[in-house]
């Protein structure tokens, strides 16, 4: 071979699908040069055939064969004309762009609170009034205040808890007249606080085990 029939994969034909290789990209476009539709579903049922060959370890997957047979419309860029056993797909579905994502969105000046905070105090806003709201919002009231104590690692008033509470249920839950006290601040942080004194506790331990070991 001289060095002008040399072939680079710049100038070369694009592969959609790269994974199957350029061999499979020239059976489809011999598929669709293909005079009559019953050549063309030969040639097809044959490509089906050596593609499916190529991921034996997707055979027992849920609708390979449907995916099989869309990938091979995809990659003759839809203007191949067989009979396919499954609906074909469309060009237009295939370049349709999806939905963005919806991204859970808290208020920027509350994060430490984190979404669930939210999602919790939506809840509480569809109960009827009673006990068991009454309960609920304590409860949250003082989870968000743990929360705040976890991001300010200091101490917090109760009012502002309840004027945050307040604002995020968009003023469907009202605190800041209530006689209850929230939890105080030590003993929110106490099982914390115990948590890490176990685990120095616990390091101390295997270090004097492995200092009585060596000696």
Known sequence: MTIDNLEYN????????????????????????????????????????VMGNMQPHLRDVPDFQHKLWDQLFIMS???????????????????ERPEPL??????????????????????ANTWEEGELKEALTFTIANHMKKCFLNWNKDTVEDDVIYDHLFELSGGKINLKNSDED???????MRSKSKYSNNKKGHHKKNSSNRQRKRF
């Open 77 to 95: 860029n839809f203007e191949l004309d067989a009979d396919s056993p499954f609906e074909k797909p469309s060009k237009e579905l295939f370049e």
């Open 182 to 188: 929230l939890s105080d601040s030590s003993s929110l």
């Open 10 to 49: 710049t100038e070369r034909e694009h592969l959609i699908i790269p994974e199957y290789g350029r061999h499979i990209q020239k059976m489809i476009n011999y598929a669709k040069s293909r005079e009559t539709k019953e050549e063309r579903n030969k040639v097809a049922k044959a490509i089906i055939a």
């Open 102 to 123: 919806k991204y859970p969105q808290n208020f920027p000046k509350y994060r430490f609170y984190g979404n669930n905070i939210k999602t919790m105090i939506d809840v």
